[in-house]
């Protein structure tokens, strides 16, 4: 491939990730369309039952009355084949009569996987598969998690001081990092399908846990982490924006039913210890097309998911203060050797105002 296949594609990744906050369910896709005269036509997905990024392209096309016979398509996740909301994307390109199209990666639904690109090939077509693929996987991990391990990719987001404390001792916590630091957090709350937190956060803190601090098209569901249904009808989690469901163990009816009358869906999954069976949470968040999971709980649930090896990414703020004696980040162990202390790989560290943003993930972990 050339280099200006590069830069095609590096282009369509750019308009990908334009489309992060709008369309979950579905994937973030760009779609960069070159003309035999070098015209160059950019789209991604628009929000969920409208046009995606391939339909979006070719639809400005025609507004710029440009045929786009001949062109070369530059897609970063395979083309659609099946009738969804919206028609096969495949189709559109045929009937486009583009020449080439360059996909960056297959999709990951075992269900398609492969049909787009034999469907633009039986149609003469030529397809190159493969360009950049990494970085469009990367951009849609929650989508590829979903298809592949039918769960959400996991993302734990942690708030500490230096000394990796996330409260005092009273369960005091607001606010341990900057400004900066949770205008950042928002940022990431806003590009999952699902916000999580635990019963003890809510009693404590009363979190809202909604997108407020940066612009949003859409609010993510919130959820709760709640055996025993202890969450109050009064919860501010519970107030709008956006639906709320809350996980419990036993679905007692006389505290169920004050929770539902709020509008927040109870769902009951238990584990033999009862409490709430986590991974059983996760297929079942999959199956209502959670892509990326925002996990921001306190000390004890975070334990819980380490303890499982659910968590697939952690986000860690880091503020340049002490607490000394406090919470800690995660309840989990006591290790009897070190050998057994969970290994982690930093992926990326930023300083947000002046916190550190850290990213890290178990070696391999977005290898399925
Ligand atoms: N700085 C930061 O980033 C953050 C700090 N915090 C702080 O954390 C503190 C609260 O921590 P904590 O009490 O640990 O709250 P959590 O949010 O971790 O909730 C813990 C509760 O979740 C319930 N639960 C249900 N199922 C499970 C399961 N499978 N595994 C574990 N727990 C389960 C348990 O209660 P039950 O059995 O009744 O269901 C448990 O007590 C507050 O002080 C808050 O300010 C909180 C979030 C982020
Ligand atoms: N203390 C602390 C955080 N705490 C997290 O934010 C939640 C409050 O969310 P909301 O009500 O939506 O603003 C709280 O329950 C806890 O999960 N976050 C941070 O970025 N920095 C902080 O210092």
């Known amino acids: 491939m050339s280099e200006s296949d590069v830069a095609g594609m590096r282009q369509a990744l750019g308009e990908a990730r334009n489309a992060q906050l709008l369309c979950p369910p579905n994937p973030a896709v760009g779609c960069v369309l070159v003309l035999p005269d070098g015209v160059r036509i950019a789209a991604h997905t628009r929000a969920v039952g409208q046009a995606h990024a391939e339909a979006a392209a070719l639809e400005i096309a025609r507004e710029m009355g440009r045929s786009p016979e001949g062109a070369t398509a530059y897609v970063t996740l395979e083309p659609c084949s099946h009738h969804g909301r919206t028609p096969p994307c495949a189709d559109a390109l045929v009937a486009a009569r583009v020449a080439r199209v360059v996909v960056a990666v297959a999709d990951p639904n075992p269900l398609v996987a492969g049909r787009g690109i034999e469907r633009l090939r039986a149609a003469g077509i030529q397809v190159d598969v493969g360009l950049l693929a990494d970085e469009a996987r990367e951009l849609n991990l929650g989508f590829f998690s979903r298809m592949v391990r039918r769960r959400p990719w996991v993302r734990m987001k942690i708030a500490a001081s230096l000394?990796?404390?996330?409260?005092?001792?009273?369960?005091?916590?607001?606010?341990?990092?900057?400004?900066?630091?949770?205008?950042?957090?928002?940022?990431?709350?806003?590009?999952?399908?699902?916000?999580?937190?635990?019963?003890?956060?809510?009693?404590?803190?009363?979190?809202?846990?909604?997108?407020?601090?940066?612009?949003?098209?859409?609010?993510?569901?919130?959820?709760?982490?709640?055996?025993?249904?202890?969450?109050?009808?009064?919860?501010?989690?519970?107030?709008?924006?956006?639906?709320?469901?809350?996980?419990?163990?036993?679905?007692?009816?006389?505290?169920?039913?004050?929770?539902?009358?709020?509008?927040?869906?109870?769902?009951?999954?238990?584990?033999?210890?009862?409490?709430?069976?986590?991974?059983?949470?996760?297929?079942?968040?999959?199956?209502?097309?959670?892509?990326?999971?925002?996990?921001?709980?306190?000390?004890?649930?975070?334990?819980?998911?380490?303890?499982?090896?659910?968590?697939d990414e952690y986000l860690v703020y880091l503020a340049p203060r002490l607490l000394g004696r406090g919470r800690d980040m995660l309840d989990f162990g006591p290790l009897v050797a070190l050998r057994d202390a969970p290994q982690l790989e930093f992926l990326e560290i930023e300083r947000i105002g002046p916190d550190l943003r850290i990213r890290a993930r178990p070696p391999g972990r977005d290898r399925f």
């Open 163 to 311: 000394d990796g404390r996330t409260a005092l001792d009273d369960g005091t916590s607001q606010w341990i990092t900057s400004p900066e630091a949770r205008a950042d957090g928002h940022q990431w709350r806003a590009r999952a399908g699902a916000l999580l937190t635990g019963i003890g956060t809510v009693l404590e803190d009363d979190p809202r846990l909604d997108v407020r601090e940066v612009e949003t098209p859409r609010q993510p569901l919130r959820v709760v982490v709640d055996s025993r249904l202890q969450t109050p009808a009064s919860a501010r989690i519970l107030q709008p924006p956006g639906d709320v469901l809350v996980y419990a163990a036993s679905e007692e009816t006389a505290r169920a039913g004050p929770l539902r009358a709020t509008g927040a869906e109870v769902a009951c999954l238990p584990n033999p210890h009862g409490k709430v069976d986590l991974l059983a949470m996760l297929n079942d968040l999959a199956a209502r097309g959670v892509n990326e999971l925002h996990v921001e709980a306190g000390h004890k649930l975070n334990g819980s998911f380490v303890r499982e090896d659910l968590v």
